[in-house]
């Protein structure tokens, strides 16, 4: 069993900064890809960034420029440093983990529970 623990979510104004983490626990061998989802209200989730084992980040081109993904291996803990937010950026953000719980298996998904980013006008 593998759990990801998202801490950091919020109220703050348009123009703030939130800082997200994700830590992962349980069995784990190693993981490989590391990302932020967000699901507005009635809206679709969508990948916010990414970051690979070996540190190559993605993102959305809505967050371009804004938004920092950043990971510690040691630590099995990814972060989400958001800055200058928007009130669009409101939503339930998600980490994902592709995690390989023993040597020579699979990578398989694990989600955390969500929290709640709520940026005010």
């Known amino acids: 069993q593998v759990q990801l623990v998202e801490s950091g979510g919020g109220l703050v104004q348009a123009g703030g900064s939130l800082r997200l983490s994700c830590a992962a626990s349980?069995?784990?061998?190693?993981?490989?890809?590391m990302g932020w989802y967000r699901q507005a209200p009635g809206k679709q989730r969508e990948l916010v960034a990414s970051?690979?084992?070996?540190?190559?980040?993605d993102y959305a081109d809505s967050v371009k420029g804004r938004f920092t993904i950043s990971r510690d291996n040691a630590k099995k803990t990814v972060y989400l440093q958001m800055n200058s937010l928007k009130p669009e950026d409101t939503a339930v953000y998600y980490c994902?983990?592709?995690?390989?719980?023993?040597?020579?298996?699979?990578?398989?998904?694990?989600w955390g529970q969500g929290t709640q980013v709520t940026v005010s006008s």
């Open positions: 970051i690979t084992s070996g540190g190559s980040a």
């Open positions: 994902k983990a592709r995690v390989v719980s023993a040597p020579g298996g699979y990578d398989l998904p694990a």
């Open positions: 349980g069995r784990i061998f190693s993981i490989n890809t």
